[in-house]
């Protein structure tokens, strides 16, 4: 033992050991490159303070963001089949299930059904999950959907849907495409109750749910920069063997061409759905409403 083990050593040791900062604290804006700290992110609803580019937003956040006061009930999706056909891929699809739940908690699913007050009205909102394999629609999110639809009309409420999925899951092969016509009926049961349908495209959209209820609404918004399509990009260039314009499937270029209504900024969402249910609804909010005698 000598001087420079003893002393020299943990003292250098500290001193890198400082230096590892927990890697989760700062993140890489996708678009601009800047390093963000994950407090400004989360106060700025998970929007890059630099260059505005909105970062994908777990259910969770985006929720409190839009209820009044951020007060908000989940309902648990109905229970379903888990791996009909028994799929195995690289992995069995069961644990790719387990995987995803471990990650994203238990019982989750690449939906989220909630429903709460929005501006003095009741709303049922859904929100699909990225983060939970890829917000693919398999049986347990078609039945989500469905479980919403039927809140909404029992309570007459409005439905509002966020989007965000690269499409059907393929591990549950026709099973998740017969998704695609029941999440339509479930949108045209809404709409001939006369409520509103609304649906908010987020990064990215794609696939099955574009071709089903995320292209069904009586009010498109889109988040700025948000990926909207239904097949990827190079798919298509290497079909019609063309190059395809700059900002191709984007929010901006879907609003260009009439696939998109309105784009509209993460911090006036809230505000802009209020407006819309308002103007859909024509009945004033709850809380205005004369007290009955
Ligand atoms: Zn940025």
């Given at each position: 033992m000598n001087w420079l083990t003893n002393f020299v050593r943990p003292k250098l040791r500290a001193l890198v050991a400082r230096k590892?900062?927990?890697?989760?604290?700062w993140l890489k804006?996708?678009?601009?490159e800047q390093m963000l700290f994950h407090r400004d992110l989360e106060a700025n609803q998970?929007?890059?303070?630099?260059?505005?580019h909105h970062l994908r937003i777990k259910p969770a956040a985006r929720l409190s963001q839009l209820f009044d006061d951020g007060k908000y009930e989940t309902h648990a999706l109905p229970r379903t089949v888990l791996d009909p056909l028994k799929f195995r891929d690289r992995k069995r699809y069961t644990d790719r299930l387990k995987e995803a739940q471990a990650e994203n908690g238990a019982?989750?699913?690449?939906l989220v059904v909630a429903s709460g007050k929005l501006g003095g009205y009741q709303a049922v909102v859904s929100v699909c999950d990225f983060a939970f394999m890829g917000g693919s629609m398999g049986i347990a999110v078609g039945e989500g959907l469905l479980m919403a639809a039927g809140l909404a009309i029992d309570n007459q409420a409005p439905l509002i849907v966020f989007s965000a999925s690269g499409g059907a899951r393929m591990q549950e092969a026709i099973l998740s495409l017969m998704q695609m016509p029941r999440t339509t009926i479930a949108v045209q049961r809404v709409k001939e109750a006369g409520l509103p349908y609304i649906v908010v495209l987020t990064d990215p959209t794609t696939g099955g749910v574009t071709a089903s209820?995320?292209?069904?609404?009586?009010i498109h918004i889109a988040e700025p920069g948000a990926l909207i399509g239904f097949s990827g990009q190079r798919v298509i260039q290497d079909t019609i063997r063309e190059t395809l314009p700059p900002g191709f499937q984007r929010a901006e270029y879907q609003f260009d061409h009439g696939m998109v209504d309105m784009i509209v900024h993460r911090h006036k969402m809230r505000d802009t759905l209020i407006r819309l249910v308002n103007l859909l609804l024509k009945r004033p909010a709850e809380e205005d409403l004369p007290a009955a005698a």
């Open positions: 590892e900062a927990p890697e989760n604290l804006c996708p678009n601009c998970q929007v890059c303070n630099q260059c505005n019982n989750a699913e690449a209820f995320a292209m069904l609404g009586d």
